[in-house]
């Protein structure tokens, strides 16, 4: 970003909630079924029928607004959203307007060692609408109407954001507590979860706004720095170049990096809210919210806290685990199966999340249990296996789903401690290498790195190398 | 079994609920012959009255059989045997739901309306779907989609609406009671135009479930009869919490039929000054003052009751009814169900035909009225002002409640018009429910009862309005008159 600009940024998150069933009825919420399989008359907005308000997604939604340290409206009420799109069955979306849900909260996020507060400006319920198909070649367009009535929660932070990194920092705090309280699975790809970004820049020092452009199908972690950091960018060009930034609604294309226009101010609906007149206000009392308080999960910050003073984690480690509930269940469960925790967090931290990275799979979908961890560093304590051999013996477990005792045995990987059988290897590469045994003798101890190479080449990496190193030491000497 | 001779003079679609629960239970009649007769009814009149859009004849007579079972093992229930009409505005499933509208025409709803839902657990037996202003948006039957009904005091005339089929189905004797829905007085209008029983509940006193939306926030279903015993008896059957209408009442439902015959001594009736307009009927003044006299003579005592809001009553409901309603009718859009045009080279048009050709001219005037009502920049102006003015109407009726128990006024303003009268200026149309349409908005009960009729033999209706959830009160007010009066006795000569 050129010196003389700031960027201002605000959130719009759209999160589904893991309720069974949608919000208006009894439907199932389940992803990935076929289509309009899970619908009934009232989702699909047929003549006559009314909404039934889901009470477990007021539930969800006060969670979060807990956790985000908003009030609590103990008053708010539906409107409706009004629109005509085929996805949208009744011609009109419920959602929050004039008294959403939650207001007035913020969350803290790190950025390169600094606390920022972002402010929450209010979290409201929603229904999600339907998804149409379109046929690549043919004149139809199809309407799935599994989604329509989902639960959405929309998350909207004030204007506190002032970079593309922050964002992505915001984004991924918010996901983390959203899982930490398992009201949202934080899926963006499959659209679980999805952010909207208004982007404006200004001088720096100046108080007032810029015209902010908003920026939509922003549809992975990823995306939502690099679209942001486009946005900024065409924004200073343009007001360099003398012109001016309009208001309008633009849409992310991830393939080209770039952002374009979809309709301008002029263009954008008017959605005619109005209170829901087939919905009563929603009223919640202070004892639940009380009770909702008392049972609220531990969240991250915590967490990383504790995993410095309980396991004696460095911070960076403790971090790495605690931003993600499913990785530190992982953490905690295969340290209580056994396994010492510097060496548990090592392992998740390089080689599963290397293996879950190059699968593209979240650590939702690691295919070991805590266990299988702590039973292979336990063969690498034990000596069964050297440390080498356990990355080999790890990767195949991740591909298999098989035990660490399975793979050692299927494969012939048990680690050579036999001296007898160390020394005659150590025997045979020293006399195949004369020269550089001269060498090394002349003082070029560099070569030992090569002998043990060697050694463990011939043994196909099974000989205990701290043996290998002993007998290369004592034949050397 | 009644002799020969009783059976052959007696016929048996001009009793009433009360009257025929009684022969069907001594087993004087069967279920089969009720229908009999009905049937026979509506074979000889209908033509001239064309209250129904829908018969479901033989529908009925599977459900005839049914009723008889029930009652040769004396298991019957409070309708058990009753053939009833329902307004072609409640879902029937599997039952053609038109609202009287071209965009349903072809409409079979895959659910019940909870109204039907509990008539049937009373063993009702559906004679067919009465009609209606389309989507229930009109006061006289002319919007329908598909014919007017007429009334059957005088076949020039309206019946009134938007309930105005089943409200002549009524009077004309094509089935022993019915349904309604009065989003603004269109149960008690037709009612008093057709010179029978309507009742408007209290607002969340009956589901809304499966009614087909006009106004969510107006909009209560009601039953129309031939005397006020029956209304009680309809109101019980229907009445209650239901789950799945969010905004219906958790209220205790008492035994209507219990208040009914207690004496009114010390009553106190409100008389409204507001209410007796310029420009009223002269008949119709008449016979609602000596009304006011007979309720008097029976032990009610007058008393003075200003409502100093009603004169912007009938402006706010044709904000906040239109602005709903433009919404409601969003889902309409030829995709889904019902109507669908032909042709149309994008979504756009898809939409634009579908509606501009499914839709009758009033519909399509009441949602551009919505639509305009809640725009950016006029919501304030008007919504939220109609809002208000509710609001000032509640309050007035609050007011007038601390002083009298029951509220009595006209229900029209005049007896039925003529066909084609009003259809051509909408505001004198809008206005044939300026006494009906505060009600709604203030959410309170009222029932529309015969109390006279004009020089031309048109009947008059008389209005009584209670405070929130005191059907009760109104209906024994009703009760009391009405057996102090022929009225209700009175049938058309068709």
């Given at each position: 970003m050129s010196g003389k600009y700031e960027a201002v940024i605000g959130l719009e998150v759209h999160a589904q909630m893991l309720t069974d069933t949608k919000i208006f009825c009894g439907c199932s919420t389940k992803f990935g079924s076929e289509p309009n399989s899970q619908t009934c008359p009232v989702c699909i907005g047929m003549p006559g029928v009314l909404p039934v308000l889901n009470g477990k997604a007021v539930e969800f939604a006060i969670k979060t607004g807990i956790a985000m340290n908003c009030k609590i409206s103990s008053y708010s009420r539906f409107a409706r959203k009004n629109y005509f799109y085929p996805d949208l069955p009744k011609g009109y979306q419920i959602s929050q307007?004039?008294?959403?849900?939650?207001?007035?909260?913020?969350?803290?996020?790190?950025?390169?060692?600094?606390?920022?507060?972002?402010?929450?400006?209010?979290?409201?319920?929603?229904?999600?609408?339907?998804?149409?198909?379109?046929?690549?070649?043919?004149?139809?367009?199809?309407?799935?109407?599994?989604?329509?009535?989902?639960?959405?929660?929309?998350?909207?932070?004030?204007?506190?954001?002032?970079?593309?990194?922050?964002?992505?920092?915001?984004?991924?705090?918010?996901?983390?507590?959203?899982?930490?309280?398992?009201?949202?699975?934080?899926?963006?790809?499959?659209?679980?979860?999805?952010?909207?970004?208004?982007?404006?820049?200004?001088?720096?020092?100046?108080?007032?706004?810029?015209?902010?452009?908003?920026?939509?199908?922003?549809?992975?972690f990823r995306f939502v720095e690099k679209a942001i950091e486009y946005e900024i960018k065409r924004q200073i060009k343009v007001l360099e170049d003398g012109g001016k930034v309009i208001q309008e609604t633009r849409l992310w294309d991830s393939a080209a990096g770039v952002t374009i226009s979809m309709r301008s101010k002029e263009e954008a609906h008017d959605y005619r809210y109005f209170p829901e007149p087939?919905?009563?206000?929603?009223?919640?009392?202070?004892?639940?919210?009380?009770?909702?308080?008392?049972?609220?999960?531990?969240?991250?910050?915590?967490?990383?806290?504790?995993?410095?003073?309980?396991?004696?984690?460095?911070?960076?480690?403790?971090?790495?685990?605690?931003?993600?509930?499913?990785?530190?269940?992982?953490?905690?469960?295969?340290?209580?199966?056994?396994?010492?925790?510097?060496?548990?967090?090592?392992?998740?931290?390089?080689?599963?999340?290397?293996?879950?990275?190059?699968?593209?799979?979240?650590?939702?979908?690691?295919?070991?249990?805590?266990?299988?961890?702590?039973?292979?560093?336990?063969?690498?304590?034990?000596?069964?296996?050297?440390?080498?051999?356990?990355?080999?013996?790890?990767?195949?477990?991740?591909?298999?789903?098989?035990?660490?005792?399975?793979?050692?045995?299927?494969?012939?990987?048990?680690?050579?401690?036999?001296?007898?059988?160390i020394e005659k290897a150590v025997d045979e590469a020293l006399a195949k290498n004369r020269n550089e045994v001269e060498r090394y003798k002349a003082g070029d101890e560099k070569l030992m790195g090569f002998f043990v190479g060697q050694v463990m080449k011939a043994t196909k990496g099974k000989a205990n190398p701290q043996m290998v190193n002993e007998l290369l030491k004592k034949k050397l000497g | 079994m009644l002799n020969a001779i009783g059976r052959n003079t007696l016929k048996l679609n001009e009793l009433t609920v009360s009257e025929l629960r009684r022969l069907l239970d001594n087993r004087g009649i069967k279920p089969q012959e009720v229908l009999d007769d009905v049937y026979n009814r509506i074979d000889a009149v209908e033509d001239k009255v064309?209250?129904?859009?829908?018969?479901?004849?033989?529908?009925?007579?599977?459900?005839?059989?049914?009723?008889?079972?029930?009652?040769?093992?004396?298991?019957?229930?409070?309708?058990?045997?009753?053939?009833?009409?329902?307004?072609?505005?409640?879902c029937t499933k599997g039952i053609s739901t038109t609202c009287a509208s071209k965009m349903l025409h072809n409409f079979k709803p895959p659910y019940e309306s909870t109204v039907t839902a509990r008539l049937k657990e009373q063993e009702y037996i559906l004679i067919g779907k009465t009609n209606l202003d389309e989507f229930a948006m009109g006061s006289s039957t002319e919007n329908s989609g598909f014919h007017t009904t007429r009334n059957p005091w005088d076949p020039e005339r309206v019946p009134g609406g938007s309930s105005g089929g089943s409200a002549a189905a009524v009077a004309a004797d094509e089935c022993i009671a019915a349904l309604g829905s009065d989003t603004g007085g269109s149960i008690r209008q037709p009612a008093a135009l057709c010179g029978v029983v309507g009742l408007k509940p209290t607002y969340g006193r009956v589901s809304r479930y499966g009614l087909v939306a006009f106004a969510s926030s107006l909009d209560q279903i009601g039953p129309i009869t031939k005397n006020v015993m029956d209304s009680a008896i309809m109101l019980n059957a229907v009445a209650g919490h239901d789950p799945l209408d969010s905004t219906s009442a958790p209220a205790e439902v008492p035994d209507f039929a219990n208040f009914l015959g207690q004496d009114i001594k010390g009553l106190k009736i409100g008389?409204?000054?507001?209410?007796?307009?310029?420009?009223?009927?002269?008949?119709?003044?008449?016979?609602?003052?000596?009304?006011?006299?007979?309720?008097?003579?029976?032990?009610?005592?007058?008393?003075?009751?200003?409502?100093?809001?009603?004169?912007?009553?009938?402006?706010?409901?044709?904000?906040?009814?239109?602005?709903?309603?433009?919404?409601?009718?969003?889902?309409?859009?030829?995709?889904?169900?019902?109507?669908?045009?032909?042709?149309?080279?994008?979504?756009?048009?898809?939409?634009?035909?579908?509606?501009?050709?499914?839709?009758?001219?009033?519909?399509?005037?009441?949602?551009?009225?919505?639509?305009?009502?809640?725009?950016?920049?006029?919501?304030?102006?008007?919504?939220?002002?109609?809002?208000?003015?509710?609001?000032?109407?509640?309050?007035?009726?609050?007011?007038?409640?601390?002083?009298?128990?029951?509220?009595?006024?006209?229900?029209?303003?005049?007896?039925?018009?003529?066909?084609?009268?009003?259809?051509?200026?909408?505001?004198?149309?809008?206005?044939?429910?300026?006494?009906?349409?505060?009600?709604?908005?203030?959410?309170?009960?009222a029932i529309s009862i015969p109390c006279g009729f004009t020089k031309n033999n048109l009947p008059i209706g008389l209005q009584m309005i209670g405070r929130h959830f005191d059907e009760g009160l109104i209906l024994k007010a009703a009760y009391a008159y009405e057996q102090s009066t022929e009225w209700h006795t009175r049938r058309p000569a068709l």
């Open positions: 307007y004039e008294l959403p849900i939650c207001e007035h909260g913020h969350i803290e996020i790190m950025v390169d060692g600094d606390v920022r507060r972002i402010g929450i400006t209010r979290i409201h319920m929603e229904e999600d609408a339907g998804k149409n198909i379109h046929e690549e070649s043919g004149p139809y367009s199809f309407v799935d109407l599994n989604r329509a009535g989902v639960p959405l929660m929309e998350i909207v932070s004030e204007p506190d954001i002032r970079s593309p990194k922050e964002a992505a920092e915001y984004m991924k705090k918010l996901r983390t507590i959203l899982k930490d309280l398992d009201v949202c699975d934080g899926n963006m790809e499959q659209g679980s979860l999805r952010c909207d970004a208004n982007v404006s820049v200004r001088h720096v020092g100046q108080k007032e706004f810029g015209t902010r452009a908003e920026l939509k199908n922003i549809n992975s087939d919905l009563v206000p929603i009223t919640v009392e202070q004892k639940w919210i009380d009770e909702i308080k008392a049972s609220q999960p531990e969240f991250s910050d915590e967490r990383r806290e504790r995993f410095v003073s309980e396991y004696g984690l460095p911070q960076y480690n403790a971090d790495q685990l605690a931003i993600d509930r499913s990785t530190s269940v992982l953490f905690e469960e295969a340290v209580k199966a056994g396994g010492t925790p510097k060496d548990v967090a090592n392992l998740i931290i390089g080689e599963l999340t290397r293996l879950l990275n190059e699968d593209s799979k979240t650590f939702d979908e690691c295919p070991l249990r805590p266990k299988q961890l702590a039973d292979m560093l336990r063969l690498i304590e034990n000596g069964t296996i050297s440390g080498k051999i356990a990355k080999t013996v790890f990767e195949e477990m991740y591909k298999t789903g098989k035990d660490a005792d399975t793979v050692v045995k299927e494969k012939g990987l048990v680690q050579i401690s036999d001296e007898g059988a | 064309k209250a129904y859009i829908t018969i479901t004849k033989d529908s009925a007579y599977e459900m005839a059989k049914d009723a008889e079972q029930a009652i040769l093992s004396n298991k019957q229930s409070l309708l058990t045997g009753i053939p009833v009409a329902v307004k072609d505005n409640m008389i409204p000054k507001e209410y007796f307009i310029e420009g009223m009927d002269k008949y119709v003044d008449d016979a609602v003052r000596s009304a006011a006299k007979k309720l008097e003579s029976l032990g009610a005592i007058p008393v003075e009751v200003s409502l100093p809001h009603t004169g912007y009553a009938v402006a706010a409901y044709y904000i906040l009814a239109t602005s709903e309603a433009s919404s409601n009718l969003a889902r309409y859009d030829g995709v889904k169900y019902g109507f669908r045009a032909q042709g149309g080279k994008d979504l756009l048009e898809i939409y634009m035909n579908a509606r501009s050709q499914g839709f009758g001219a009033e519909v399509k005037r009441r949602i551009m009225l919505g639509t305009y009502a809640l725009s950016a920049g006029y919501y304030d102006a008007y919504y939220k002002k109609g809002q208000q003015v509710r609001t000032l109407i509640k309050q007035d009726f609050d007011n007038a409640f601390k002083e009298a128990d029951v509220i009595v006024t006209p229900t029209s303003p005049t007896p039925a018009f003529k066909v084609g009268e009003k259809s051509t200026d909408p505001l004198q149309m809008y206005l044939s429910d300026i006494f009906t349409i505060s009600v709604n908005l203030a959410g309170v009960p």
